[in-house]
């Protein structure tokens, strides 16, 4: 029985999904500059020509990934919009606390942000168009080391170099996701916010 417009769509979309999924794993764990089309056709399991269907190159694979990105943080981005609103020490666990979920999360949730803190190491990453989406007006790294800085001008985050504080931070966040990532199919140990807020944190202030 030969199938319906509407299951032949789903199939196409399902192909699509596989390889984009397919994509983003090996993006997160090797790195952009790493992978070839070869590993993502192999690891997905189709053919050359099915990936020429769908997709350009792998740079048209990963903006589509980044497109995929940018209305996932819509919701993010909102909420850091309204972060001049409170406290900065707030703004950084409301920070953590966000991480730490998408780090445990269940989805891909965690490949998304471990290629995200992985993307200023590549050397031939495709730029994206510039984002649409309201929030922060410069890159998130400098938008932490901007809101440690206020943080520590209010009293409740520890003196010292902020830059080396969002240094440490990405650090911790990264090797949090690569251990994650590597335990995907195993119960990890989730670290609590608390933990990492005492890097922050005044002695007495939290």
């Known amino acids: 029985m030969p199938k319906t417009p509407e299951q032949n769509q789903l199939i196409k979309d399902e192909r699509k999904t596989r390889i984009l999924h397919t994509a983003l ?3 997160a764990l090797r790195g952009y500059d790493s992978v070839v ?3 993502i056709t192999k690891e997905a399991e189709c053919s050359h020509g099915l ?3 769908y997709f350009k190159n792998k740079a048209e694979v990963f903006l589509e990934l980044m497109k995929i990105a940018e209305e996932r ?3 993010k981005r909102e909420e850091e919009k309204d972060f001049n609103k409170v406290t900065a020490i707030t703004a950084i666990r409301a920070i953590v606390s966000r991480m730490l979920d998408e780090i445990y999360r269940e ?5 998304f942000l471990y290629m995200f803190v ?3 190491l590549q050397r031939t990453l495709p730029l994206p168009p510039k984002s649409k989406i309201p929030g922060p007006n410069k890159p998130f790294f400098h938008f932490f080391v901007d809101l440690i800085a206020r943080g520590q001008k209010e009293g409740d985050v520890s003196g010292g170099d902020p830059k080396e504080f969002a240094i440490i931070y990405y650090s911790i966040i990264k090797g949090l996701c690569y251990t994650r990532l590597s335990m ?5 140990t989730k670290v ?3 933990i990492i807020m005492n890097l922050f944190t005044r002695k007495g202030n939290y």
């Open 25 to 27: 794993r090996l993006f």
């Open 184 to 188: 995907i199919n195993k119960s990890p």
């Open 118 to 120: 992985n993307m200023h």
């Open 37 to 39: 089309i070869n590993d």
């Open 73 to 75: 943080a819509s919701k």
């Open 107 to 111: 989805d891909e949730s965690p490949y």
């Open 192 to 194: 609590s916010p608390d």
């Open 51 to 53: 990936f020429y269907h």
